[in-house]
């Protein structure tokens, strides 16, 4: 029916044909000196790892464009597109090798996963920039939940929660 909200997912199975595909989760040139490590681990609500869940990352360039390249999903090893899709492995773990975003630095992220109805948004800020209206409007015992931490060794960790006392803040993007 024209104007219903229609339901995002149905019942599989699935396959995963392009899902993931190849490199998904090296958006950044192959070799490039400014390359910068995000991992970390998609939890549910009992906090235990969840291994088919699939990550995707939208991001600005470097120069803070936002243009991407024709056929995001392609990549000639040399052209960023600020796109990558990255799945976990059986103990919940992801890993992206991208560059830092101009412009405001954060990554858009949507996860898909079993036993949700519909994929959750999100954000995943490498640094807390000044006056960000998102950051402002949480709780500041929410805040920490979209904040990744820098490692010794120069990546970045960032853990989703799906639930329980420290779950990510997931943001929604209905009209209303």
Known sequence: MPGHPTPSQTIGPYF??????????DPAPAGHPAALTLHGAVYDAEGAPVPDALLEFWQA?????RSGAPGSLRRDGVTFTGFA??????????RLRTLAPGGPPYLALCLFARGLPEHLFTRVYLAVPPGDPLLAA????RRGTLLATAQADGSHHFDLRLGGPAETVFLSFRPE
């Open 16 to 25: 995963g044909i392009a899902l993931p595909f190849a490199d998904g989760g």
């Open 61 to 65: 360039a470097p120069d803070g464009s």
């Open 85 to 94: 899709r990255v799945p976990t492995d059986d103990n919940g773990r992801y």
């Open 138 to 141: 949480l709780p500041p015992e």
